[in-house]
């Protein structure tokens, strides 16, 4: 059985109870998700996935590549690229197709491969993402980006701030005129924001309510025991 939707394109694909998205190769202007095929494995192998499957507590079959589509900052049409978790890749799906639709402003959204897996380099030059193997920053416990759980949206704008000793730390480190969220600027997500609504509404919680620190662009999904 396959459903769809005027553009842009989504077919999906009810087999055996689990949703999986289809398109065909040629489709273009499309949101569709797709497994990891192997071109697309030597391009993050040893990047943002760990140089193997041995090694990492995620297999590739657990994982999805999601195409969208997005206005960038300049009101410009662009293709975005994403690998998550396939068990929530339907749910991303829908979240980047609301805010397509909306014409929601991303700057830009490329896999964390093209800055070397580096996460730094991905936030600093304001890069949404969602799957990267990585530790915590300044721990040895995975973050949920592991395992393709966790979207970062436009982190430029949107910075992870820890507050301790009275020193203040803004990651990424071109990002401290926007650790202040009293202000308003453009691209600021709060609970008034669309991201943060369409998110919440796919059962994501939001980094800025976190108590502790804030982390104003992650968004992550926690998986039901």
Same mark, same amino acid.
């Given at each position: 059985?396959?459903?769809?939707?005027? %553009?842009?394109?989504?077919?999906?694909?009810?087999?055996?109870?689990?949703?999986?998205?289809?398109?065909? /190769?040629?489709? /273009?202007?499309?949101?569709?998700?797709?497994?990891?095929?192997?071109?697309?494995?030597?391009?993050?192998?040893?990047?943002?996935?760990?140089?193997?499957?041995?090694?990492?507590?995620?297999?590739?079959?657990?994982?999805?590549?999601?195409?969208?589509?997005?206005?960038?900052?300049?009101? %410009?049409?662009?293709?975005?690229?994403?690998?998550?978790?396939?068990?929530?890749?339907?749910?991303?799906?829908?979240?980047? %197709? /609301?805010?397509?639709?909306?014409?929601?402003?991303?700057?830009?959204?490329?896999?964390?491969?093209?800055?070397?897996?580096?996460?730094?380099?991905?936030?600093?030059?304001?890069?949404?993402?969602?799957?990267?193997?990585?530790?915590?920053?300044?721990?040895?416990?995975?973050?949920?980006?592991?395992?393709?759980?966790?979207?970062?949206?436009?982190?430029?704008?949107?910075?992870?701030?820890?507050?301790?000793?009275?020193?203040?730390?803004?990651?990424?480190?071109?990002?401290?005129?926007?650790?202040?969220?009293?202000?308003?600027?453009?691209?600021?997500?709060? %609970?008034?924001?669309?991201?943060?609504?369409?998110?919440?509404?796919?059962?994501?919680?939001?980094?800025?309510?976190?108590?502790?620190?804030?982390?104003?662009?992650?968004?992550?999904?926690?998986?039901?025991?």
């Amino acid at each position: 059985m396959f459903l769809s939707v005027k %553009q842009p394109i989504l077919f999906i694909l009810i087999a055996a109870g689990v949703f999986f998205p289809f398109v065909s /190769e040629a489709a /273009e202007n499309a949101f569709f998700i797709r497994p990891i095929k192997e071109d697309l494995k030597q391009k993050i192998i040893g990047i943002s996935f760990p140089k193997s499957e041995e090694e990492a507590k995620i297999s590739y079959d657990d994982l999805a590549y999601i195409h969208v589509l997005h206005y960038d900052f300049n009101g %410009q049409i662009r293709d975005g690229h994403l690998i998550c978790n396939k068990k929530i890749a339907p749910k991303i799906a829908a979240v980047f %197709q /609301e805010l397509y639709e909306n014409a929601y402003p991303i700057e830009k959204i490329r896999l964390i491969d093209e800055y070397g897996g580096n996460d730094s380099e991905s936030m600093k030059d304001n890069n949404t993402s969602c799957f990267n193997y990585r530790k915590i920053a300044g721990t040895n416990k995975l973050s949920n980006h592991s395992f393709g759980l966790a979207v970062d949206i436009n982190p430029l704008y949107n910075p992870y701030v820890k507050t301790t000793r009275n020193k203040t730390i803004v990651s990424p480190d071109n990002a401290a005129v926007y650790a202040d969220r009293t202000k308003n600027f453009d691209h600021k997500i709060d %609970q008034n924001d669309l991201a943060y609504r369409v998110f919440t509404k796919h059962g994501f919680i939001w980094g800025g309510d976190w108590i502790n620190v804030k982390d104003y662009q992650h968004f992550e999904f926690i998986e039901k025991k």
